[in-house]
């Protein structure tokens, strides 16, 4: 079946920090990737998505390229900064044959991001 | 713009009482979905619907039931509650194409004693 496996946090980093959390995924077919992200006490909002292989979503000065030979969907930024403190989940979307498109997400890693 | 809407924000239930939990959206989608979000597990589809009229099973249905009676609404129903369902509950919707981006309400916090 389909599912996506990302690296357990807490990830803590300092200020302007370079960030990757690695994110991977197994799934037959062609998915979407998505990077959500969801800040204290509020609900998943999208951050960036790739739509088929070698696209990459950018947003925010964060980035992620659909790898299709290494199923993979990193995410990365340059330099991080303290309101980039909440949790990332890695997610993928996927349809066979006409059959009904969910969203599968991986555990969430959370990062802090200190001054 | 509204989005998804979710209430109550915070709830809690006494072992076996029951309650519904109301989502709603404005943005004429015909995808909607019912998530738990439990620590350290990432989100758990519940129950998805893909119109009026339709739902469906996902992973962790057991102890919830839901309907979709319009466009807009898919609320969540506890019949019996026990402490596992103790959890945060997020409700989202998106259009059918699998390309586009769902949207979440702002959760439910759920505590059962």
């Known amino acids: 079946g389909n599912s996506v496996t990302q690296m357990e946090g807490p990830v803590t980093l300092s200020e302007e920090a370079f960030l990757t959390i690695n994110c991977t995924y197994t799934?037959?077919?062609?998915?979407?990737l998505f990077w959500y992200v969801q800040y204290p006490g509020e609900g998943l909002q999208l951050l960036l998505k790739?739509?088929?292989?070698?696209d990459k979503g950018s947003n925010k000065g964060f980035e992620a390229t659909y790898r299709k030979e290494t199923t993979s969907f990193h995410l990365e930024k340059g330099s991080v900064q303290v309101s980039d403190s909440a949790v990332y989940f890695c997610?993928?979307?996927?349809?066979?044959?006409?059959?009904?498109?969910?969203?599968?997400f991986g555990t969430g890693t959370l990062l802090a991001v200190q001054p | 713009n509204a989005g998804v809407t979710q209430t109550p924000k915070f709830r809690i239930l006494k072992i076996g009482q029951s309650m519904t939990l109301q989502c709603t959206q404005d943005?004429?989608?015909?995808?909607m979905y019912w998530y738990r979000q439990d620590p350290g597990m990432g989100l758990k589809l519940i129950y998805y619907?893909?119109?009026?009229?339709?739902?469906d099973k996902g992973e962790v249905p057991n102890g919830y039931n839901v309907s979709r009676s319009t466009t807009e609404d898919f609320p969540l129903r506890l019949e019996l509650a026990a402490p596992s369902q103790t959890s945060v509950y997020f409700c989202?919707?998106?259009?059918?194409?699998?390309?586009?981006?769902?949207?979440f309400g702002q959760g439910t916090r759920l505590t059962v004693v």
């Open positions: 619907s893909v119109g009026a009229g339709i739902t």
């Open positions: 790739a739509t088929k292989a070698d």
């Open positions: 799934a037959t077919g062609y998915p979407s």
């Open positions: 997610a993928l979307s996927a349809n066979y044959g006409g059959a009904t498109n969910k969203l599968i």
């Open positions: 989202a919707s998106s259009y059918p194409e699998g390309s586009t981006e769902a949207f």
């Open positions: 943005m004429n989608h015909n995808y």
